[in-house]
DNA sequence: GTCTATAGCATGATAGAC
DNA sequence: GTCTATCATGCTATAGAC
């Protein structure tokens, strides 16, 4: 063949995760499969080579978009112990609010989600129960404040974005990362 | 004429209120126009009559939706006490996560709206900006607790959406009414 | 103001050459 | 595995009849 034994996992690899940063920024519903496939250098026709359809790449891009967020917020054994205010901070940074194509998936795709399917939303939900069950230990046992400051720093995000105004961009981040200081310590 | 001097205000009217449910449910760019009037049981061709593009229904539908919002959050100087802490109730309601074509906008469409035009967001932000000082107010001034307090609810409906079970479905909505709470008299 | 018809384009997906 | 070509359908938007 004239193609190389790891090439077609390569060409996947590559497409997803040029997809997450597409979907991120634009929608995934909004974003046609020739855009996806020429984002990476190749035409539509290929795209069925690796998936199926549309939505099975959903299911991939997805599932890498958690694989990735647990792996930096829930963080190893060896973390410092205040990791989770150092996620919190660099959650709720203006590069976030500004990038979302390099964001947490739940504040741009967290709606197209919902309307997912069952199986895509099982591993959502496996994946945060992850995460939330991770940083109940670093918090003392406490389980509603892993929620609550998940929601928060979702939540802050979503409202961030929606400004039109920098001031106002700031000050819902500024408040946002007092609620949960407070929230953390207290 | 063969229609009544209200009827195309009323027609307007009903295209708006239809619309805004439906892209709430299931996503405005995901939704044809054709979709859009057959729903109040109209054809395509018409909807040009009322908007010169999809884009301005968008617009007057996110107008129409914040304007709600802030009606429903924000209430009368009549209001209870209590008005607060009866909104944060009904805002973590399994409803309100089950229900999103009646629900808040920013949980739904905050993705898009946070694409769309400047003009949108503006109007979106002054909204936001109204709701927030109106809730400060009813916290002895605490400006950080009023925006802290939406996002937890906003995260909070975008997270119980995104899982699949029933059971982490409420844990999250638990555990953000009892984050609330501590926070609205802490 | 609403209809049907249609332009013009984009979409998701398939077929066959290389 | 990727290409080009294509099918069938969907889309936004317009034109003209009623």
Redesign the interface.
Known sequence: MRYSATHKQETRDKLIDSSRAIAKK??F??TGVDALMSAIGLTGGAFYSHFGSKGELFAALVEREIDNSNEMLAGGPDSPPDHVAKCLRSYLSTFHVLH?EAGCA??????????ST?QV??K??KS??KMQKNWTERLDGD??????L???????I??A?????ER?RQ??LA??R??VEK?HR?
Do not use: H, Y
């Open positions: 634009g929608g519903d909004s979302p739940l504040t741009t795709l967290g709606p197209e989600i919902a309307r069952p939303r099982a959502v939900e945060m129960k389980s509603d404040k892993a929620w609550g998940l929601a928060q720093c979702i939540g802050a979503v409202m974005r929606v400004v039109e105004s106002t000050e819902i408040s946002s007092r609620v929230m207290g």
